[in-house]
C-alpha cells in the first residue's frame, strides 16, 4: 500500500463505521420495542453490531469479487467491535448532550 492510499482508507473506514453504527442504532430501537427490556441493551446493541458487520462485510467481499481471508475477517470482527463501542456509547452521549442544551436553553427563557 502507498502512503497516499492511508488517507482515503482511513476515511472509507470512518464513513463505513458511521453507517454501521447508524444502522445498529436504528436496529436496536426497533428491536428494544420487541424484547420489551429482557435483553440488556449493551448486549443487544453488541449483537446487531457484529452481525450488521460481518453481514456488509461478506456482502461487499461477494459484489467486488474479493476472495476472502481469515485475517479479513478478524479485520471485520475488529470493525465490529467498533461500531458496538461507537452505538453503545455515541448514541448515549449524543442524545444526553442534546437533553443538556435542551435544558439550557429552557433556563434562558
Known amino acids: 500500500m502507498e502512503l497516499q492510499n ?6 472509507a473506514i470512518l464513513l463505513a ?4 453504527m447508524v444502522i445498529t442504532n436504528i ?6 420495542q420487541f424484547t ?8 443487544l446493541a453488541f449483537i ?24 479479513m475477517v478478524a479485520a471485520a470482527v475488529a470493525l465490529g467491535f ?13 442524545r444526553q448532550m442534546l437533553e443538556q442544551i435542551t435544558r439550557l436553553e429552557d433556563r434562558k427563557e
Open 6 to 11: 492511508i488517507p482515503a482508507v482511513l476515511s
Open 17 to 20: 463505521v458511521l453507517i454501521l
Open 82 to 94: 467498533f461500531v458496538a463501542f461507537a452505538a453503545m456509547f455515541g448514541f448515549d452521549k449524543f
Open 48 to 71: 446487531v453490531a457484529m452481525a450488521v458487520t460481518l453481514l456488509v462485510f461478506f456482502a461487499v467481499c461477494q459484489i467486488k469479487g474479493v476472495p476472502i481471508v481469515w485475517y
Open 36 to 43: 420489551m427490556g429482557k435483553v440488556p441493551t449493551n448486549l
Open 27 to 32: 436496529i436496536v430501537e426497533v428491536a428494544k
